[in-house]
């Protein structure tokens, strides 16, 4: 599966984005789907996963309350709204899947990457 994320931008504190990550091919309800974030300098952080089905759902403390992921299997296409956001939220964000039972807050495990889209927050 090929992804494409998408709906970075620049925002002050405060303020919502919504990222979006499009998969090619037909299998997309196959996988159980995540986002990650990497900021300069620091490795790459778990933010989020959603099951195939979008009944599961888990989030790193840091968007807990804040961002929400989600999923349209018909567009095969996974989201994540972002509100209340921060400066230490400034990252290059990346989707990815993974073809398991169940997603994970472990980067290695995921078997494809999006390209990343780059969320600048402004203080």
Do not use: H
């Not at 998408?6 to 091919?25: E, I, T, Y």
């Not at 789907?33 to 933010?47: D, I, L, S, Y």
């Amino acid at each position: 599966v090929q992804l494409q994320a998408s709906g970075g931008g620049s925002v002050q504190a405060g303020g919502s984005l919504r990222l979006s990550c499009a998969a090619s091919g037909r299998t997309f309800s196959r996988y159980n789907m995540g986002w990650f974030r990497q900021a300069p300098g620091k490795e790459r952080e778990f933010v989020a996963t959603i099951g195939k089905s979008g009944d599961r759902t888990y989030y790193a403390d840091s968007a807990k309350g804040r961002f929400t992921i989600s999923r349209d299997n018909a567009k095969s296409t996974v989201y994540l709204q972002m509100n209340s956001l921060k400066p230490e939220d400034t990252a290059v964000y990346y989707c990815a899947a993974i073809l398991a039972e169940y997603g994970s807050s472990r980067y290695s495990a995921y078997d494809y990457w999006g390209q990343g889209t780059l969320v600048t927050v402004s203080s």
